[in-house]
């Protein structure tokens, strides 16, 4: 389980792709995440894919967008099935279950490589309403530890003789109990802390509280920024009038 969620915590790296900045890495996500929505079949979708492993490689986060892959493996079957049985086309079903995969990788890319500091200040830059901010930044940070709280107890309940992975989904579902109501409880005391800890720094004192980051974008962000959005349009006009659709 460990193996799996890294691929969605952030961890500090030093490749070009992490230094740039942040706004940068935004846009080039949510182009990526446009390109998979306007594809109209599965060869088109997999040259996107290859851009992003492409991506990821130059981000030196191969392995971690693997973990990815591997955890929306079984959510992509799922809906590859039920495409199945409601329309009766084999390629139509495929590029569902394989476009989830890529809209998971392409907003993937950004949260592993992006610190949540930086989403702050990314997000105070958009103008967003501070309490949204600190609520969604919030939520990201902790993921890690609701991750990690998840694991810790599921080795207490196992060391205590409870099997987790035996018996039939519902056995499984209801043995998941024990695991649940410990770590909601820990989550109703952490959420107590933070709103003390909050209190104590008088947060919402300030209106408009000023940051100590400010973003300038450099040339080779800039020149980033327009390369991609050179090749998000190269891709538009190349998936709707220069290659074939294969069905409707």
Not at 144 to 173: C, H, W, Y
Not at 186 to 203: C, D, F, I, K, T
Request: proline share 4%; charged share 15%; glycine share 4%.
């Amino acid at each position: 389980m460990m193996w799996l969620s890294g691929g969605f915590v952030f961890r500090r790296g030093d490749s070009v792709y992490h230094r740039l900045d942040p706004r940068v890495k935004l846009l080039i996500s949510a182009l990526m995440f446009v390109t998979t929505l306007l594809v109209r079949s599965v060869y088109e979708l997999l040259i996107v894919i290859a851009f992003m492993v492409a991506v990821a490689a130059v981000a030196t986060v191969l392995r971690r967008v693997g973990r990815t892959m591997a955890l929306t493996a079984s959510f992509s079957a799922i809906i590859f099935l039920i495409n199945l049985a409601f329309t009766r086309n084999l390629e139509s079903s495929f590029l569902y279950a394989i476009r989830f995969v890529a809209i998971v990788v392409s907003t993937s890319l950004f949260f592993i490589t992006t610190s949540p500091d930086e989403l702050e200040q990314v997000m105070k830059t958009f103008r967003l309403p501070r309490d949204v901010v600190f609520a969604f930044v919030t939520a990201v940070r902790f993921i890690p530890v609701m991750m990690l709280d998840t694991i810790q107890i599921m080795d207490a309940q196992k060391s205590r003789g409870l099997e987790l992975e035996k018996g039939n989904v519902f056995r499984r579902v209801r043995n998941m109990i024990p695991v649940l109501i410990p770590l909601v409880v820990n989550s109703v005391v952490r959420s107590g802390e933070l709103a003390e800890a909050m209190e104590s720094r008088a947060y919402g004192a300030v209106p408009r509280p000023t940051s100590l980051v400010q973003y300038r974008a450099s040339f080779r962000d800039r020149a980033v920024a327009v390369a991609a959005v050179a090749i998000f349009a190269v891709a538009a006009y190349s998936f709707y009038y220069v290659l074939p659709v294969q069905f409707p």
